[in-house]
């Protein structure tokens, strides 16, 4: 039972653009929901995250929107730029419970 | 500041050998701890998490098991490794964090284990 769900396996934007990126869930009782950045034979960075009580965060070019009634949330990079290349994790997390589930990744490839 | 440290950072391992990979934390206290692990082509998969010493919750029943004997270390471990437990594993930990606060899971830099 796949919880968090990133159904864009991939994605390519031009330098300069709007990056979005897509996750959706299906758990109720998540509160907390965050958006990590991954390169190949590294740890996940964290990016920036969100709680269930706001539908919008923003930490300069990255934004992430939180639609609680359609379960959904997307992360925004604007502009894209090359150095954002990389496979971009949603994770959602029921915070009573400390755990963090993950979706399966979207691969962004920035075109310079 | 607040490190996170996971080794060894590769390992091949032939089937039916037993496996140790450790994860510890630095800068902080009473973290709540997690082990991943990420197939190739694949999400991150949660395997366990400790909220404490000695509290270990499973999440996928396999031959791996885990450990925290002290505060701030946790041990992912098996037996006799199969073909299938070869991937990327990934120590986490949450709590009082300098960045982002006490919801955010932070990752070490992996351990990529390759059992022939």
């Known amino acids: 039972d796949q919880q968090v769900k990133q159904n864009s396996p991939s994605l390519s934007v031009q330098e300069g653009r709007i990056s979005i990126l897509n996750c959706d869930y299906t758990n109720s009782m998540f509160d907390y929901f965050l958006w990590y950045k991954k390169y190949p034979a590294e740890g996940p960075t964290f990016l920036i995250s969100i709680s269930s009580i706001k539908d919008k965060n923003e930490d300069g070019r990255f934004t992430v929107f939180l639609n609680k009634s359609a379960k959904h949330l997307s992360l925004h990079i604007v502009p894209s730029q090359p150095g954002d290349s990389a496979v971009y994790f949603c994770?959602?997390?029921?915070?009573?419970?400390?755990?963090?589930?993950f979706g399966t990744g979207t691969r962004l490839k920035v075109l310079a | 500041s607040q490190t996170i440290h996971q080794w060894p950072a590769t390992l091949v391992q032939p089937v039916g050998s037993p496996l140790s990979l450790e994860c510890t934390v630095e800068?902080?206290?009473?973290?709540?701890l997690y082990w991943y692990r990420q197939a190739a082509g694949r999400g991150l998969q949660l395997l366990f998490y400790?909220?404490?010493?000695?509290?270990i919750s499973s999440e996928v029943p396999q031959n791996l098991s885990a450990s925290r004997p002290q505060d701030r270390q946790f041990i992912l471990s098996s037996k006799k490794l199969l073909l299938s437990d070869s991937g990327f594993y990934l120590c986490a930990w949450s709590g009082s964090q300098e960045r982002g606060g006490a919801n955010v899971l932070t990752f070490g830099a992996g351990s990529r284990l390759t059992v022939l």
């Open positions: 800068g902080t206290s009473n973290p709540n």
């Open positions: 994770a959602a997390s029921d915070t009573g419970t400390y755990k963090y589930i």
């Open positions: 400790s909220v404490g010493i000695g509290q």
